[in-house]
């Protein structure tokens, strides 16, 4: 019998478990590292390693025995600079080493946008406020943004409106850095999309569009996404230049890329950063197949692999999106829609926790569902809540 190839899965909570399933679907021996909490994954696996994701060294050790032919992931930035780590010590498929710096560090990230020409707000990197007002904090323009500069989740995040609530701000975003770092950025209007693209060989492939709803100002924690995005065929046009220009910016060669950017009233588009992963939020792994019929999941292990993507359409929708419950009005309204439009539900997923609870950040909102039509507008409307 021909010896099955292996691919090592880097984390195994419920995000990872669509590349665990498509792994093993696919034929794949499965090697899993993650930490034993939370692991969903582990039942799922053919080999199972109960460590932490960030042990990069660790895991490095036991791919040498296991030798595998491609290292994936689909969650996060941090199992993203594992997978990087590993591909590159092992000579498998995948982005160069400094991708894991420039599509993680969000001031390196903004120097490398610069260097390549790409519209830039003005942003300094400190580690305490006393080092932001030596580089010049004090003249930037009202409003700006300090955020943690390697973080993801909207954790740490605060839009300054008044100067008086920078000093906090930083010592927010500093604690909540892995490096002990923030950066404040200039404030960018306008509304906001991601970008959802798969590489091969440094040639990039935009799938999808994606727009995205936030709370706004203090903290832009996502409380909904939909696609298509809504955009013209022109401007959709300007965006993918626009993106793989960043890519490239950025030495994204290989695999899922997410660029979540604004466009201006007057069309200008500002990009707010590029991850070198598939979008979480059910983005890449629920959206985009609903609404593309791309096995965006099976591309991700074809890259890895390091073949073409398979760009073959499966049936699909025309409109799909994932709204947040932030609160209890929103359970209430996801309730009656179960009611009204059980067909259009893809799927749902309620925490079980204090609805009272004011989400802080990405982590800590009580659910979602994820709703499929194809009605364009009616499906923005059940997303939007705004009327149906
Ligand atoms: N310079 C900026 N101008 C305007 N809005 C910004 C800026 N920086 C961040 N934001 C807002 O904050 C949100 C989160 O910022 P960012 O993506 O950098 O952080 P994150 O923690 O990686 O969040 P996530 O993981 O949710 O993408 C953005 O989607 C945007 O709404
Ligand atoms: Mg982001």
Same mark, same amino acid.
């Given at each position: ?17 669509p ?42 050790e ?31 498929? %995948?982005?160069p ?48 943004i ?60 935009l799938?999808q ?52 950017l ?12 590029? %991850? ?13 197949p ?17 073949r ?42 309620i925490?079980?926790?204090?609805l ?12 979602f ?20």
């Amino acid at each position: 019998m021909e010896k099955k190839q292996r691919v090592v899965i880097i984390g195994a909570n419920e995000f990872q478990l669509p590349l665990i399933r498509k792994a093993s679907e696919r034929g794949f021996e499965t090697h899993v590292f993650a930490w034993e909490k939370g692991a969903v994954g582990k039942e799922e696996a053919d080999y199972f390693y109960p460590v932490s994701i960030t042990e990069k060294e660790t895991i490095l050790e036991y791919c040498r025995r296991i030798k595998p032919e491609a290292a994936a992931t689909i969650g996060s930035d941090l199992a993203e600079v594992t997978v990087n780590y590993l591909t590159n010590h092992l000579g498998l498929p %995948g982005n160069p080493p400094e991708t894991a710096v420039f599509a993680v560090n969000k001031y390196i990230m903004r120097k490398k946008l610069r260097e390549a020409g790409l519209y830039t707000p003005r942003f300094i990197e400190a580690g305490s406020f006393a080092e932001a007002e030596e580089k010049g904090l004090g003249s930037f323009p009202l409003p700006f943004i300090i955020k943690p500069v390697d973080r993801s989740g909207s954790r740490g995040i605060n839009r300054i409106d008044d100067y008086g609530q920078a000093e906090a701000a930083f010592r927010e975003a500093c604690g909540h850095s892995f490096e002990k770092k923030a950066i404040a950025e200039e404030y960018m209007e306008g509304a906001e999309y991601s970008c959802e693209g798969i590489s091969s060989e440094g040639r990039h492939y935009l799938l999808q569009v994606t727009k995205k709803y936030t709370t706004g100002s203090p903290h832009f924690i996502e409380t909904a996404h939909i696609e298509p995005c809504g955009l013209s065929g022109e401007m959709l046009e300007k965006v993918r230049e626009t993106v793989f220009r960043v890519l490239d910016a950025l030495h994204i060669r290989n695999g899922a890329s997410h660029t979540e950017l604004r466009i201006s009233g007057d069309g200008e588009i500002r990009l707010i950063e590029t %991850g070198a992963r598939m979008g979480g939020d059910c983005i890449g792994s629920d959206l985009v197949p609903l609404t593309t019929g791309y096995d965006y999941v099976g591309m991700v292990l074809d890259t890895a692999f390091g073949r073409m993507p398979d760009f073959t359409v499966s049936p699909h929708r025309a409109a799909a999106g994932i709204r947040f419950i932030m609160n209890r009005r929103d359970l209430e309204y996801f309730e009656s829609l179960q009611k009204k439009a059980p067909e259009a539900i893809v799927r749902s997923f309620i925490e079980e926790r204090d609805l009272s609870a004011v989400p802080g950040d990405s982590g800590s909102r009580h659910g979602f569902f994820l709703i499929a039509g194809d009605d364009t507008e009616e499906v923005r409307r059940m997303i939007e809540n705004s009327g149906i």
